[in-house]
């Protein structure tokens, strides 16, 4: 392969025609000869004249040595255009490769084995804004950013000897490559080895891949912030439940309770003309009042147990195992294990909230009729389970459709470095396990 890209023009062959054409002229005239000195021994009768004899075994001898040189010629004629043949067939293969290469929208660069650039084809002049004669002859190094120069050169040479590059190794990784006005753009490269004689070439062919490079940053960065965007939200939302929950636990609770009082001072007021209808009535009123202060407890509770912020999660976790059983009838089996741990605020909210949707979800689909909630403190960060023994989920509890239950709880568990399992199949029950790093739920000690 030449270093401009181009083809020697093919040599033409020798046909068989013309050689023959050119050895069989003297054979054909030595036979001639001997045929009429023959025929004229013949017509004079005369065998024995030693002139005659003579010319007979001249022309024999002739005879001999044209069909010797006609066989030689022959078989070297043949030879050569074999040889002539190949030489035009290897040079069309050439053409062809280079047609090829010339083509192709892959940058092709090929190096000798000191790294010379040798081949530049025209993708490689457009990715790089560099000409092949400029290329050509300089070191690769040229089209690599200086710090990863020396690591490249090496990764080259351990590839000479082993034959082995990153790539076949499964480790495709985007490189960096160095245009001629100096910018820099990711590339992906495989590399290729041949033996040319004694000497070796490197064909690395590459591609431009700075236009999906930059859609992939984007994406990621659209991900990361609808992630804040939806932690924020939720964080919002957490504030406002604790705001309402506690208004309405503290607030509204405390005045339903003077009034119940006042009512019962009333009722210590009233002498003892008072008709019975009236007694009644301020009994009644007391009763309405209770009732009113369960369900202002219980909506409280419900938008965010006060027992959360005041006495921590596991008393929290506790009241809402106990809440699920009273509503549902359903037992729940718990195993807690957290040692001296002392949860932060976002810690505690994130895995009370996953403890509550994964009862909301036994209630919803289970038709379960145990539940075992485990929290345990291991190598690994803290481990919440909670399984159930019900009907199980057959698409392993892929949301279908419009459900952000199990998204919510993934959300939660990612924002704090953790991760979600979720073992089920129709009708072995559903096993949710979520780790998170111990770190990331518990209280920082303060730096003295
Ligand atoms: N304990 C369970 N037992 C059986 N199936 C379950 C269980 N938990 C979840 N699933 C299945 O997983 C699906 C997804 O649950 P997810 O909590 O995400 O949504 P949802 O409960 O249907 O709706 P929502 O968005 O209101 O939570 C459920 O629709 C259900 O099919
Ligand atoms: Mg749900």
Not at 177 to 198: K, W
Request: aromatic share 4%; proline share 3%.
């Amino acid at each position: 392969m030449s270093a401009s890209g181009k083809t020697p023009p093919p040599r033409r062959a020798v046909t068989h025609e013309q050689s023959n054409g050119f050895a069989t002229r003297p054979a054909f005239a030595a036979g001639a000869a001997f045929v009429v000195t023959l025929a004229l021994a013949l017509a004079a009768r005369r065998w024995f004249d030693p002139v005659l004899l003579v010319c007979i075994a001249a022309a024999l001898l002739v005879a001999t040595g044209a069909f010797v040189l006609v066989r030689a010629r022959r078989e070297a004629s043949s030879a050569y255009s074999e040889a002539s043949a190949a030489i035009s067939q290897s040079g069309v293969n050439e053409a062809r490769m280079m047609a090829i290469i010339r083509s192709s929208m892959e940058a092709i660069i090929t190096i000798d084995e000191q790294q010379r650039v040798v081949l530049f084809n025209p993708m490689a002049e457009q990715v790089f804004g560099c000409s092949a004669m400029d290329a050509i002859g300089a070191p690769l190094a040229r089209f690599i950013p200086e710090r990863y120069r020396a690591a490249h050169a090496r990764h080259v040479e351990q590839f000479g000897v082993t034959g082995v590059s990153d790539r076949q190794m499964g480790r495709q990784r985007v490189l960096s490559g160095l245009r001629a006005n100096g910018e820099e753009f990711p590339i992906e490269a495989s590399i290729s080895q041949i033996r040319d004689g004694d000497t070796r070439l490197y064909t690395v062919m590459l591609r431009d891949v700075t236009e999906r490079v930059r859609a992939e940053q984007a994406q990621q960065r659209a991900r990361e912030e609808l992630r804040e965007l939806s932690a924020n939200l939720q964080k919002i939302r957490e504030d406002e439940k604790t705001r309402i929950a506690r208004e309405l636990h503290d607030d509204l609770g405390q005045q339903l309770t003077a009034l119940k009082m006042d009512i019962s001072t009333v009722e210590e007021a009233l002498d003892a003309s008072a008709s019975a209808q009236v007694r009644e009535h301020l009994h009644g009123m007391r009763r309405l009042i209770d009732v009113t202060v369960a369900s202002v407890r219980r909506i409280a509770a419900d938008l965010r147990p006060v027992m959360l912020d005041d006495l921590g999660l596991i008393p929290a976790v506790e009241w809402l195992a106990n809440d699920f059983t009273n509503r549902y009838g359903i037992d729940v089996e718990r195993d807690i294990e957290t040692g001296d741990a002392r949860f932060s605020p976002t810690g505690a909210t994130a895995l009370f909230r996953i403890v509550q949707e994964a009862l909301t979800n036994v209630a919803r689909h289970a038709d379960a009729t145990l539940v075992t909630l485990s929290l345990r403190a291991a190598h690994e960060g803290f481990v919440l389970r909670i399984a159930d023994n019900g009907l199980g989920s057959p698409n392993g509890g892929e949301p279908a459709g419009k459900s952000f239950g199990l998204l919510g709880i993934r959300e939660r568990a990612h924002m704090l470095g953790g991760t979600v399992d979720i073992h089920t199949a129709q009708g072995k029950g559903f096993v949710l396990s979520v780790t998170i790093p111990a770190e990331a739920v518990q209280m920082q000690e303060l730096q003295s």
